[in-house]
């Protein structure tokens, strides 16, 4: 991707970066003729968020603001085809957990009592409330009955905290409601990632499970338009990063149209026809759309095909007008933005463009796909993202960028909080490894960083660095780590063994002490798949993940500057993990700070801490780099 000449053009900087509008699409038109979606954008001078709604025309034209998708956007897999039924997800009180509940009387009280795990999960504590389906019958578009198909369970859907409007939807023949729920709870639902694809039966009011016996993840169904049901499905309980294949559902037989391909796939939609599966992978640090044959009922294995290809991420399918699929897009350059891609002539075309003046007045940064070898012997992708206007005869700084999950792919994903181009505007150089646990690079490689965090996926960064520090332009004394989440964890860990390699660090919500990660985050099924278990477990890997591979047991060689940044909703890498690390940091002498952000969970979502963090980051690397 080539830097821009544009003449007269600056580098980005935080405040041009937080004016920029953040495209979310909602739908496609009922004629099939435009395109809805949502612009978010902040305005600084009054602290105020602005949401906007637009059509465009799916052939391409100008933008027009609207008010309300009604009457544009009317049916819904959320409504049955003839009117009669409709479905929404409710809060609904099942379990008693503040003491007001078992002791009316002190409705002053603000106690929660606790009796099983779970008691609070991502960012939020455990209230009591869980999401249950709702059906209603209707009658001249009045509700004239009402059922919770879910009755008293608690259980939720959509699943929390992530799960939405694909979790539930009624089948075409109107006949039943297909929904998404893990039907665990406390402990087991915190040792688990079950989750079953259910149908309820309207008329009988009998619930079956589609997928008993399938033990992980079951999600996103969704009906062909000859009722053929196909949704997600991961073979083991308890690994949340497990290859995610398509399973469809036919007259009860079940056919993987992705057993044989060594990928995992994000999202998908049928063809208007029933006779394809259109789906996003990660592929070689990109995320492209492949295509699937659904073969029927036969016996015939279905081919894989990659339809595109460059150097970007289609992040999104938003759906289908005849032969154009309507997608979203972006790169290391550019926000997400509304694509069409014509299936016949395989032609992508930019359709919104929210950003483009704003993108024109300033330098874009240089882009490369690097490959070096492993110290086993390994093929590795390297991503490299250069400074505007970049001269190869100066030095620069330059960061090694440590990416989290760990499960989650490096691509040319374009992050309003770490953002590359907005690095590279202020003059550094940006090393992005595809290290070891990442999608994209067959089954494989995606797993082996379970139970080996601190072993070859350690290396694969060092080889990283090292190979571009042989580089003219890379100034060897002048190199940074940077990360969150695993990334926070690998910056904690080469802290303690990287033999001076780095002249500063920075780490938001990293893992620093395996042990108290064990006894204070959620979802359990995590560290006991990618640690092996519990910290007393006499398990020799374990014990190695929990001693060999813990930040906090090479504290005493750390000798670096250390920026340290943690949520204090941050439940999944709770607050005592950035709290100590901090500490400790203090206590040997090093020059260190605490950005703490008591509203926040594992992400900063709020404008002004954004921009507050942004300028710390920044104000960092320029006092310790």
């Keep these: 991707m080539a830097c821009s000449n544009k003449l007269f053009a600056q580098n980005m900087t935080i405040e041009k970066f937080q004016q920029l509008g953040r495209v979310s699409p909602i739908g496609i038109t009922d004629d099939k003729q435009s395109v809805i979606y949502n612009v978010r954008t902040y305005d600084a001078a009054n602290d105020k968020v602005n949401v906007q709604k637009y059509l465009i025309p799916i052939n391409g034209g100008d933008a027009k603001e ?27 009180k099942v379990k008693n957990i503040y003491g007001s509940d078992f002791y009316p009387e002190k409705n002053k009280s603000d106690v929660l009592i606790i009796d099983d795990l779970n008691y609070r999960h991502w960012d939020t504590w455990e209230d009591g409330y869980f999401g249950h389906i709702i059906l209603y019958t209707l009658q001249d578009n009045k509700i004239i009955d009402s059922v919770d198909i879910m009755q008293n369970e608690p259980y939720d859907c959509p699943q929390k905290p992530f799960g939405g409007s694909e979790d539930f939807l009624i089948s075409p023949d109107g006949k039943q409601v297909i929904y998404v729920t893990k ?40 009906f062909s338009s000859t009722g053929a049901l196909a949704f997600l499905s991961m073979k083991t309980d308890g690994n949340e990063a497990d290859k ?41 640090g990109t995320i492209q759309l492949f295509e699937v044959d659904y073969p029927g009922l036969t016996k015939k294995m279905p081919l894989v095909k990659q339809i595109t290809q460059g150097n970007f991420d289609i992040n999104s399918i938003v759906g289908f007008s005849e032969n154009t699929l309507v997608v979203t897009r972006s790169d290391m350059n550019h926000a997400n933005e509304i694509y069409t891609y014509n299936l016949q002539n395989n032609q992508l075309t930019q359709l919104t463009k929210v950003n483009n003046d704003k993108y024109n007045a300033i330098q874009l940064s240089k882009t490369e796909k690097r490959y070096v070898t492993t110290t086993d012997g390994k093929k590795m992708l390297v991503w490299v993202i250069y400074p505007p206007n970049f001269d190869a005869n ?57 139970k080996d965090y601190g072993g070859q996926v350690m290396k694969d960064y060092l080889t990283a660095i090292d190979e571009l520090a042989k580089e003219p332009f890379v100034d060897k004394n002048r190199l940074g780590c940077i990360g969150a989440s695993f990334g926070g964890y690998s910056a904690f860990y080469l802290a303690g063994i990287h033999n001076n390699r780095f002249k500063t660090f920075i780490a938001h919500d990293g893992i620093f002490d395996w042990k108290s990660m064990y006894g204070t985050t959620e979802e359990m099924f995590f560290v006991n798949n990618d640690l092996g278990g519990a910290y007393w477990s006499k398990d020799k890997t374990t014990q190695k993940a929990y001693n060999e591979f813990n930040p906090i047991n090479f504290v005493h060689q750390w000798n670096k500057p250390m ?35 008591p509203n926040e969970n594992h992400w900063v979502l709020k404008d002004q801490n954004a921009f507050i963090w942004q300028s710390e980051f920044f104000k960092w690397l320029k006092e310790t780099l």
């Design 66 to 92: 609207i008010k309300t998708v009604e009457g544009l956007i009317t049916k819904s897999f959320q409504t049955s085809a003839n009117g009669q039924y409709k479905i929404v997800s409710k809060e609904v």
């Design 183 to 222: 039907k665990k709870y406390g402990k087991d639902y915190a040792l688990s990632t079950n989750t079953d694809i259910y149908a309820y039966d309207i008329a009988t009011k009998k619930t079956t499970n589609l997928t008993a016996g399938m033990m992980g993840y079951d999600t996103h169904p969704a």
């Design 244 to 284: 995610n294949d398509i399973i469809v559902l036919n007259n009860n037989t079940k056919i993987n149209l992705t057993a044989a391909w060594d990928g995992t796939v994000n999202e998908f939609i049928w063809s208007n026809d029933g006779k394809k599966i259109y789906f996003l992978a990660p592929v070689d």
């Design 394 to 450: 100066k030095k620069y700084p330059t960061l090694l960028y440590c990416q989290g999950g760990p499960q989650s792919a490096l691509t040319q994903f374009y992050s309003f909080r770490w953002n590359f181009q907005l690095m590279a505007a202020n003059g550094y150089i940006v090393v992005a490894p595809n290290r070891r646990g990442m999608p994209g690079h067959g089954v494989a490689w995606n797993a082996t960083i379970s």
């Design 563 to 597: 920026l340290i940044i943690q949520g204090g909703k941050d439940y999944r890498v709770p607050p005592e993990q950035g709290l100590a690390a901090f500490q400790a940091a203090k206590l040997l002498g090093l020059k260190t700070k605490l950005l703490y952000f």
